[in-house]
C-alpha cells in the first residue's frame, strides 16, 4: 500500500506569492490533515479535512487555506507569502477519527 | 499554551540500555496519545500509540506507559539500538477531534 505522497518536496518562493502544495493520502483514508514544522514553533496543526469538509482549523491567518477533493486528495494553499512561512509543511491521513495519523515526506518552503 | 511538553530536548543512551522518553500534557480531554520518530526532512513515523482506558501498550522493542492522574507518559525503548538514533515526538488528541497536539520533541542519540 503506498503511503501518503507529497507534492513538490521542494519549493522556493518569493515574498508576496502564492503557493499550493498536494497531498495524496493513503488509499481508502478519508481524513487528511496538514501541518507546519518549524524550529521555533515545533509541529502545528493547520486543519483537517474530512470528505470534503473542513472539520478543524488551528490558529493560521486567513492566508492558509485549503481543501479536500471527492477522491480524498487535499491541496494547501497560501497566498502573499511571508518569510516567516519558509517551513516543513506535512500532510497526514487517518482512516477514520481516533487513530493514528500516518504522515507523508513533506514539503519544504522556502520563502526568499 | 504549550498543552504537550517534553522538557528534555534531548537524551543520550548507551546501545543496549533502556532509553525512557517522557512527556507531559495539560488538558484534561485528552485521551488518546500517540508518540512518533522523525528524521531530518522527513515526515514523523507513527510508532506506537495508547488511549486513556489504558495504561500500558507494548509493540516489541516499544511500551508506552500512561500515568492519568498525573497527566504522564513514558516511552520505553529497550534494547536500545543505533537506529533509534532520532526526534522523538508525543502526540495527544481527544477522541474523535483529528487534530494532534505535539511536544517540541526529545532528540535521542545512541551511543554505541
Known amino acids: 500500500k503506498a503511503g501518503v505522497t507529497q507534492t513538490p518536496r521542494y519549493l522556493i518562493k518569493t515574498r508576496g506569492q502564492q503557493v499550493t502544495l498536494s497531498c495524496s493520502p493513503i488509499s481508502g483514508h478519508r481524513s487528511v490533515s496538514w501541518y507546519q514544522q518549524t524550529p521555533g514553533q515545533g509541529l502545528q496543526f493547520l486543519f483537517e479535512?474530512?470528505?470534503?469538509?473542513?472539520?478543524n482549523k488551528g490558529n493560521f491567518p486567513g492566508r492558509f487555506s485549503g481543501r479536500q477533493f471527492s477522491n480524498s486528495r487535499s491541496e494547501m494553499n497560501v497566498s502573499t507569502l511571508e518569510l516567516g512561512d519558509s517551513a516543513l509543511y506535512l500532510c497526514?491521513?487517518?482512516?477514520?477519527?481516533?487513530?493514528?495519523?500516518?504522515f507523508g515526506q513533506g514539503t519544504r518552503l522556502t520563502v526568499v | 499554551d504549550q498543552q504537550v511538553k517534553q522538557n528534555s530536548p534531548s537524551l543520550s543512551v548507551q546501545e543496549g540500555r533502556i532509553s525512557i522518553l517522557n512527556c507531559d500534557y495539560t488538558?484534561?480531554?485528552?485521551?488518546?496519545f500517540l508518540w512518533y520518530k522523525k528524521y531530518p526532512a522527513e515526515g514523523p513515523t507513527f510508532l506506537i500509540s495508547i488511549s486513556s482506558i489504558k495504561d500500558k501498550n507494548e509493540d516489541g522493542r516499544f511500551t508506552v506507559f500512561l500515568n492519568k492522574s498525573a497527566k504522564h507518559l513514558s516511552l520505553h525503548i529497550v534494547p536500545s539500538q543505533p537506529g533509534d538514533s532520532a526526534v522523538y515526538f508525543c502526540?495527544?488528541?481527544?477522541?474523535?477531534?483529528?487534530?494532534?497536539?505535539f511536544g517540541t520533541g526529545t532528540r535521542l542519540t545512541i551511543i554505541p
Open positions: 497526514a491521513s487517518s482512516p477514520e477519527r481516533g487513530t493514528e495519523a500516518f
Open positions: 488538558n484534561s480531554m485528552f485521551d488518546y
Open positions: 502526540a495527544a488528541n481527544d477522541f474523535g477531534n483529528e487534530k494532534l497536539t
Open positions: 479535512y474530512f470528505s470534503e469538509t473542513q472539520r
